[in-house]
């Protein structure tokens, strides 16, 4: 009974959180909302997109990968909102096209435009003429060593030559492959394997994290509650970090019920964040768990705390049960 009532009393908290998150968001008239809603038709079963400027003009533009239809459709932009299918578009993109990366593969300065071909052993790459138009590079597509086949692509010089390679996952292997261009939009294949978590599923993502210079790959692990960095050393090799997610959720009915606590306050703290940094001025909802575990043999309730201390500069500590009434009254 003492375990739920620290429960209880968070998910009264939220409760707060989500009340105050509704007030946030109610507009009085239409014309008072944020956004203007545009709806541009695409193929079948859209899967991911990328914006890039695809007819060198400097404005934004859409790529879309359409799974069901097995194409990519082009919308131009004009720079103030507006956009027009290429000529052209959609254009052909191989089976399946799951997930969608750009670049200049061929150096003749237009954007290309890798795929990821969901259900057989291949990526597509499609060379663009710098008006927004997209045909097959020569070999594409390739055939490439994923296992069972790729979901997710990224595009960066991995091996320091100045020429855009290609990486995909083999999640089955629980590795990542990367295949080097050539710079003439071909690519020299089978390609590398590298180890990451279990389980590389979904995305993954390229970043220069340690700022030596080199492209990196991150990688979310569905089955390994992780993430993995492979480090690149400009010249196409690599080292791996795999990050790994504490796991707050046991069989404990106390703990469940706290887990949704945090889900659910979660949300609201993301809400009120920039709100929190630049002016507090709530007078009373002060305290905000951020992090909460019971321990099975001391019965303790423990969290985070966001504290203000002025009006922007807040600091964290960890309080015990027993400070939970002190910490109020001093707040309030």
């Known amino acids: 009974m003492k375990a739920f009532i620290p429960a209880a009393l968070i998910l009264q908290l939220s409760a707060v959180g989500c009340h105050l998150q509704s007030q946030r968001t109610t507009y009085a008239s239409p014309d008072s909302a944020p956004f203007r809603a545009m709806h ?40 103030k909102g507006g956009f027009s299918q290429s000529n052209g578009s959609p254009y052909s993109a191989g089976q399946n096209p799951t997930d969608i990366a750009t670049g ?85 294949t089978p390609g590398v394997k590298f180890d990451v978590g279990k389980m590389p599923y979904q995305r993954l993502r390229t970043a220069d994290v340690n700022e030596d210079g080199y492209a990196d790959i991150v990688t979310s692990n569905f089955e390994g509650s992780s993430v993995s960095l492979l480090l690149a050393d400009g010249h196409g090799n690599s080292r791996a970090k ?20 945090i889900s659910t306050l979660a949300s609201f703290i993301i809400q009120v964040t920039p709100q929190i940094e630049a002016r507090m001025v709530c007078p009373y909802f002060l305290v ?45």
């Open 40 to 79: 541009l038709p695409v193929g079948t079963h859209p899967s991911m997109l990328s914006i890039a400027d695809a007819n060198r003009d400097g404005n934004v533009d859409i790529l879309v990968a359409n799974g069901g239809s097995a194409n990519v459709s082009v919308y131009l932009g004009d720079g």
């Open 104 to 188: 200049d593969f061929n150096g003749d300065g237009n954007l290309d435009i890798a795929i990821a071909n969901h259900g057989v052993k291949l990526v597509t790459v499609l060379l663009g003429n710098g008006k927004g138009q997209f045909s097959f590079a020569p070999g594409s597509p390739f055939s490439v060593a994923s296992n069972p086949h790729p979901h997710g692509i990224a595009v960066a010089d991995f091996n320091g030559d100045k020429k855009p390679d290609i990486a995909i996952d083999s999640w089955a292997e629980n590795k990542m492959l990367v295949i080097f261009g050539k710079g003439d939009g071909t690519f020299q």
């Open 242 to 261: 795999i990050f790994r997610c504490r796991r707050i959720l046991s069989e404990s009915p106390s703990r469940i019920l706290t887990a949704i606590a």
């Open 288 to 332: 905000m768990a951020m992090e909460i575990s019971l321990s099975r043999k001391a019965r303790r309730f423990r969290l985070v705390s966001i504290r203000r201390r002025s009006r922007r500069a807040i600091s964290t500590e960890t309080v015990s049960q027993t400070s939970w009434s002190r910490i109020m009254k001093t707040e309030r």
